[in-house]
């Protein structure tokens, strides 16, 4: 079992940065994969970005390639996503997800934290 707690979201202007962390509990962590995904209302969950077990390998969706970069330290049990030059578009829910295979299915997600960005 894996418990995740998303924090770092907020408000912030275009073009601005944010850093959100993904705080999991559990001896486990080290063997899940983790991914970010985001929801904003009326759309479906979007995939953002992926990493590996061992964080050599990572995968972006392509409307955050370039701006947006994932990150984990096992040591800290924690997962990242470095958000930078954010639009107004990237308003949404942000959620961690772990799950066993890069790449998914992901087993289990965070409660969610809310970025806004304003124009």
């Known amino acids: 079992q894996v418990q995740l707690v998303e924090s770092g979201g907020g408000l912030v202007q275009a073009g601005g940065s944010l850093r959100l962390s993904c705080a999991a509990s559990g001896r486990t962590f080290s063997t899940y994969a983790m991914a970010w995904f985001r929801r904003t209302p009326g759309r479906e969950r979007e995939f953002l970005a992926a990493?590996?077990?061992?964080?050599?390998?990572?995968y972006y969706a392509d409307s955050v390639k370039g701006r947006f970069t994932i990150a984990r330290a096992i040591a800290k049990n924690t997962a990242f996503l470095q958000m930078n030059s954010l639009k107004p578009e990237d308003t949404a829910v942000y959620y961690c997800?772990?799950?066993?295979?890069?790449?998914?299915?992901?087993?289990?997600w965070g409660q969610g934290t809310q970025v806004t960005v304003s124009s």
């Open positions: 990493i590996s077990v061992s964080g050599g390998s990572t």
């Open positions: 997800a772990a799950g066993t295979q890069f790449g998914g299915p992901y087993d289990y």
